[in-house]
């Protein structure tokens, strides 16, 4: 949490000096390669590509994405930490590369990138369940786990987001048998083809399972609950149904490695913001798809947040191996 902090402050004043500086004159590389550590076809995936593709038209370089998955993030994460400083890779993760810190996977944050900002806010994951168990809400489920202990399977990928709020709803008494299940995709799979009984997936994901009746929705793992009346939503955070401690904001960002020319960082940060704030098509799309709404934090804002969950995150023990 210090650490973070001193990064935090540190990061502030490179943004002051930044702001006094000329831009224009950026050199950027011919190729820009957006690292995801997830796989292709879920959510963060979707934005990477949606930003690549608008970050193309608005700057000089030609942004790329590549999928690098692996040990719950760990393996995009570190190649970005250990690519050239030329502008040429950034990392586009979220809320995960905390949780990785925190269960050992990896020993590093954002201490050692040069953080650009966050570039989007995902509404939250929902807790779901197979509809033949007969469990219509999160207070049936808590009660089911005390009478069956262990008898439900929990999906999850060690060193993710869904690792995170697995390992807090076993702390707050939910007695579930984790298992490390893969990616979102192959999450979804598992529990579609009956291999477990509970997920934790963007809802867009799981939208149709839901609406055909395949999949029951539960609770929501963000701040905030999900409510969309023209399609008729109204799923509560996991925290407001009485578990106050089982939530875990979920925060898209860009970083780039340590080192990296500040103005071309803050180029690109300003690139980003004009994308998130005045980009109507971008805006339509993220919703559209997975119900966000724009969202933009620059440097100094960006970190504070992160902050706060890093110190969230310190509260539980995720160092236990699934």
Same mark, same amino acid.
């Given at each position: 949490m210090?650490?973070?902090?001193l990064?935090?402050l540190?990061?502030v ?14 050199s ?10 997830a796989? #292709? %076809?879920?959510?963060? +995936?979707?934005? $990477? ?6 970050l193309?038209?608005? !700057? =000089? ?36 590369l905390?949780?990785n ?18 570039g ?12 033949n ?10 009660d ?30 939910f ?5 490390? #299940? %893969?990616?979102?995709? +192959?999450?979804? $799979? ?9 997920? !934790? =997936? ?13 999949l ?13 009346e ?12 009485g ?13 780039f ?21 005045n ?33 969230l ?7 236990g191996?699934?």
């Amino acid at each position: 949490m210090k650490k973070l902090m001193l990064v935090l402050l540190s990061s502030v004043i490179a943004v002051m000096l930044m702001s006094c500086i000329a831009s224009a004159d950026v050199s950027w590389p011919r190729n820009v390669e957006i690292v995801v550590p997830a796989g #292709a %076809g879920g959510d963060t +995936d979707f934005n $990477a590509r949606l930003f690549a593709d608008k970050l193309s038209k608005k !700057l =000089s370089p030609n942004f790329v994405v590549s999928n690098v998955n692996g040990n719950g993030g760990a393996v995009g994460t570190r190649r970005v930490k250990d690519a050239k400083k030329d502008g040429g890779t950034v990392l586009f993760y979220h809320t995960a590369l905390l949780v990785n810190k925190h269960c050992g996977t990896t020993n590093y944050g954002f201490e050692e990138y040069s953080f650009s900002c966050i570039g989007a806010e995902n509404i939250g994951n929902v807790l779901t369940v197979r509809a033949n168990l007969g469990i219509k809400t999160l207070q049936e489920l808590y009660d089911y786990t005390k009478a069956n202990p262990n008898k439900l399977k929990m999906a999850a990928q060690t060193g993710a987001t869904s690792y995170a709020i697995a390992m807090q709803m076993k702390a707050a008494g939910f007695e579930l048998r984790v298992v490390d #299940a %893969g990616s979102a995709a +192959d999450r979804l $799979a598992a529990i579609v083809g009956g291999h477990v009984d509970v997920i !934790l =997936s963007a809802y867009g994901s799981v939208k149709d399972y839901i609406e055909e009746g395949d999949l029951i929705a539960l609770a929501m793992d963000g701040e905030n609950d999900f409510v969309n009346e023209a399609d008729k939503i109204d799923i509560k955070a996991i925290h407001n149904q009485g578990y106050e401690t089982i939530k875990l904001p979920f925060y898209y960002f860009f970083a780039f490695p340590k080192g990296t020319d500040p103005e071309l960082v803050q180029a690109f940060t300003d690139a980003v913001k004009d994308i998130v704030e005045n980009d109507a098509e971008y805006q339509g799309k993220i919703y559209s798809s997975y119900y966000q709404r724009p969202f933009f934090k620059g440097t100094g804002e960006g970190l504070k947040i992160y902050a706060d969950i890093d110190e969230l995150l310190g509260k539980v023990n995720l160092t236990g191996k699934l």
